[in-house]
Nanobody, 124 residues
Framework: QVQLVESGGGLVQAGGSLRLSCAGS????????MGWFRQAPGKEREFVAA????????FYADSVKGRFTISRDSAKTTVYLQMNSLKPEDTAVYYC?????????????????WGQGTQVTVSG
C-alpha cells in the first residue's frame, strides 16, 4: 500500500508563491508516475502536473504552464509542486496521487493512490 501525505498549503495573495510537498511511503518507488490534481468547490478534480519517477519527465496543464514546477527528490520519496504567480482561480484543494500502471498521465481515474489533500487559497 502506497501512502501519500501532502503539506504546504495555505493562504496567499495573488502573485505570491507556495510550495507543496507530497511525502510517499517506501512503496512509492513502485509507482510509475506521481501527479498533482486539484479540486475547487463545485468542480471536478482536474489534472495539474505529473512527473515520472524513472526519467523525471514532466507534464503540465495548460493553465499552470510557466507558473508551476513539479519535481522530485533524488531518493524518490518526495514530490514537490512549486507554484508561482498564483491567481485566485488556483484556489482549490490540491491532491497528490500515484499511478502504478502505465496508463494515462492526465486521467485522474488512472491513478491508484491519493493523499488527503491540502487547501490552497489565493486572495485577490
Amino acid at each position: 500500500q502506497v501512502q501519500l501525505v501532502e503539506s504546504g498549503g495555505g493562504l496567499v495573495q495573488a502573485g505570491g508563491s507556495l510550495r507543496l510537498s507530497c511525502a510517499g511511503s517506501e512503496r512509492t518507488f513502485s509507482a510509475y508516475v506521481m501527479g498533482w490534481f486539484r479540486q475547487a468547490p463545485g468542480k471536478e478534480r482536474e489534472f495539474v502536473a505529473a512527473i515520472t519517477w524513472s526519467g523525471g519527465s514532466t507534464f503540465y496543464a495548460d493553465s499552470v504552464k510557466g507558473r508551476f514546477t513539479i519535481s522530485r527528490d533524488s531518493a524518490k520519496t518526495t514530490v514537490y509542486l512549486q507554484m508561482n504567480s498564483l491567481k485566485p482561480e488556483d484556489t482549490a484543494v490540491y491532491y497528490c496521487a500515484a499511478q502504478v500502471g502505465r496508463s494515462s498521465i492526465y486521467n485522474r481515474f488512472a491513478y491508484d493512490y491519493w493523499g488527503q489533500g491540502t487547501q490552497v487559497t489565493v486572495s485577490g
